[in-house]
């Protein structure tokens, strides 16, 4: 069967690291008899200046037309000064609203080849770790009721954080399912101590757990969890939470691992379909110079053939191929590690590209 792609390289370095992500998927194809298929939509400041939105009908109806999207990065200097519903960063908003892509999957992992670049003590991460933060995308402060006034005390301003059941108890089941296929952990991050959402949080995903009773549990609140990441990473399996605890903790999890040009993720509703991109920004400043780590989406695109595709080996075959490359010291600027060889971004895509073909054979 032919797999159709939606490819939204987007701004600044997005088009580079799509790039590179699509030659690694010919790579597969090649080495494992596959057919993508790639349609190529418009997203972000790029698109507003070609249509005036961020986000055109044309966009939308190829990617309704499409199996999943491969997404690079969207933002930049120049459109900073929009309104906020034509800004670059409503293309991401608007496309996870039309998918219905209420869960992001976020892996962190720390190679134990790259322990060297995390900014932990190597007695801490000396193993590695491997962490899947589950973060609710659709839901919460960053889509609730928002409003700027005047009163006696000047300007003021309110963000509403609102959950319902529904939307806790969908998310949950996605973390509780992730983690059957890993270790059987979950930790649910919160702030049950002050937050009256959190509370219904903790309720709801302890009435889910009771499916899942395989499944270990148990309650952080958000401040606990981000010092714990620090001081024992290795002790988190999948971690589940809200949109804004899940938007910072993941990113504090990408530094972990000793890039967050290392981090893909994956947005996903109830159907296989699903928006597949690094967690970096559009990162302006280097785009164009060969200077981009895009592994993050070259994983990305590993993540997408496994949930979206059921293609678990070929998934596998690009992540044992991106292990082989840190096992031969090679890395993008933005990784330090001891004795290694600091390549651009065709070459890491290269060396990438070798070693599916060579673990093929």
């Known amino acids: 069967m032919t797999y159709r792609i939606a490819v939204a390289r987007g701004d600044g370095v997005g088009p580079e690291v799509v790039e590179s992500a699509m030659q690694i998927l010919d790579r597969v194809s090649q080495v494992f008899g596959l057919d993508f298929s790639y349609h190529d939509v418009l997203v972000g400041g790029a698109a507003y200046d070609a249509t005036g939105s961020p986000l055109p009908e044309a966009t939308l109806k190829t990617v309704d037309s499409c199996d999943s999207i491969l997404f690079g990065a969207v933002g930049g200097d120049k459109w900073d000064g929009l309104p906020h519903e034509l800004r670059p960063e409503a293309a991401i908003l608007g496309l996870r609203k039309a998918m219905k892509a209420y869960s992001n999957l976020r892996p962190g992992i720390l190679y134990p080849q790259l322990k060297e670049a995390s900014p932990l003590k190597n007695h801490i991460v ?130 972990l691992t000793g890039s967050i040009g290392l981090l893909p993720s994956a947005s996903m509703g109830d159907g296989k379909r699903g928006i597949y991109e690094p967690i970096h920004g559009s990162a302006p400043t280097i785009a164009g110079q060969d200077r981009v780590n895009p592994i993050g989406t070259i994983l990305s695109a590993s993540m997408m053939l496994e949930h979206s595709f059921g293609l678990t080996r070929e998934a596998r075959s690009i992540e044992s191929a991106v292990k082989k490359v840190f096992e031969e010291k090679y890395h993008t600027e933005d990784v330090f590690m001891e004795g290694g060889k600091t390549v651009g971004t065709q070459e890491i895509t290269r060396l990438i590209a070798k070693n599916i073909e060579n673990g093929a054979n």
Request: glycine share 6%; with cysteine; aromatic share 10%.
């Open 126 to 255: 000396e193993n590695g770790f491997d962490i899947c933060v589950v973060r609710e995308l659709t839901g919460g402060i960053y889509f609730g009721r928002k409003r700027t006034w005047e009163d006696e005390n000047g300007e003021r301003a309110e963000d509403v954080e609102e959950y319902s059941s529904m939307e806790i108890e969908r998310i949950a089941r996605k973390a509780f399912q992730a983690a059957m296929g890993r270790r059987k952990k979950v930790t649910s991050v919160d702030k049950a101590n002050v937050l009256h959402t959190s509370r219904l949080w903790r309720k709801v995903v302890e009435e889910v757990h009771l499916d899942y009773p395989e499944v270990e549990l148990f309650h952080m609140y958000i401040d606990n969890a981000c010092m714990q990441a620090v001081r024992n990473p290795s002790q988190f399996d999948v971690i589940l939470t809200s949109n804004i605890f899940g938007d910072i903790l993941s990113d504090e999890i990408s530094m």
